[in-house]
């Protein structure tokens, strides 16, 4: 059964760990990251993007497909099934397909809109007892056409955005999504810092946890980051496994072609990166 992410990320928030978002492209990432999950005994989000919905046919495909493997794997460990940086209209149907939570990203909007979306999507979300993310400060690089310089985020406006209710802030310090160039100039604890005491309990989510080095990860938890977003390491870890696979001619079994043979070690791959970020986050063992 699919859950909210709020208990989860309060209790993460309390004890100074973080729950990782692995985002899921088809049914291979999905059965990797859920199995890592349940062997770690750690509490899991599964982001899709509105890309990766679409390709998978569409949400309730996903919601379907997510909410059957929990199921037949005997998953026992808290999942959520979360929305990553949804657009209006993808959060609605998000919310029709049977997810269980959902990002708002009106970081783009003006203020004014995005608290006018926001405050409606909450009133929602409250009622079918989801989980709500929110952004303040686009989120550097490039995912799914959404594109942000990895700005700093305004305290006072993530303290405007908190307060509607939501169950957690994305904000930009910084980060970015995809690999980090070599002049990144770092996380801004300074920013963090400032918005974490503004918006005191509300967990914090980190975005573009790929390639971001251990220190800075476990500082951003010290000051309250509770969820961390992880989905190039996971795509560069298929993409490795799998080519060294078929340029070692592994692919051609007898007669013909076996595409589980083929996508196996990618997904093998997949569970070592999340077993690797499970325990850089410290959410091993707190399902």
């Known amino acids: 059964m699919l859950v909210s992410a709020e208990e989860m990320l309060k209790k993460a928030k309390a004890g100074h760990y973080a729950v990782g978002q692995f985002n899921i492209n088809n049914l291979e990432w999905t059965k990797s990251i859920l199995l890592t999950a349940q062997e770690l005994n750690s509490p899991v989000i599964l982001g899709v993007s509105e890309g990766a919905g679409k390709y998978m046919t569409g949400f309730k495909t996903v919601a379907a497909m997510v909410d059957a493997m929990v199921d037949s794997l005997g998953i026992t460990v808290p999942v959520a099934l979360h929305l ?63 594109v942000g310089a990895g700005e700093c985020a305004d305290p006072d406006e993530c303290k405007a955005v908190a307060d509607l209710g939501v169950t957690m802030l994305a904000a930009g310090i910084g980060n970015i999504h995809g690999k980090y160039p070599e002049n990144w100039a770092g996380l801004s604890f300074e920013t963090l810092d400032a918005i974490q005491a503004k918006t005191g309990d509300m967990p914090l989510v980190l975005h573009g946890g790929t390639g971001i080095p251990a220190d800075m990860i476990k500082k951003a938890i010290s000051l309250g980051v509770a969820k961390i977003n992880v989905n190039t390491e996971c795509q560069l870890a298929f993409q490795e496994a799998t080519r060294k696979y078929i340029e070692e001619g592994k692919d051609l079994e007898g007669k013909g072609f076996d595409p589980r043979k083929l996508l196996a070690p990618g997904a093998e791959a997949i569970k070592e990166t999340v077993k690797e970020k499970m325990e850089l986050f410290g959410s091993v063992g707190k399902a």
């Open 84 to 146: 990553d940086h949804g657009t209006y209209d993808g959060a609605k149907a998000c919310i029709e397909a049977g997810f269980s939570s959902i990002m708002f990203d009106g970081s783009s909007l003006s203020l004014e809109e995005n608290v006018e979306k926001t405050k409606e999507l909450v009133a929602i979300c409250k009622e079918k007892g989801m989980s709500l993310e929110a952004e303040v400060g686009s989120i550097g690089g490039e995912e799914d056409g959404v």
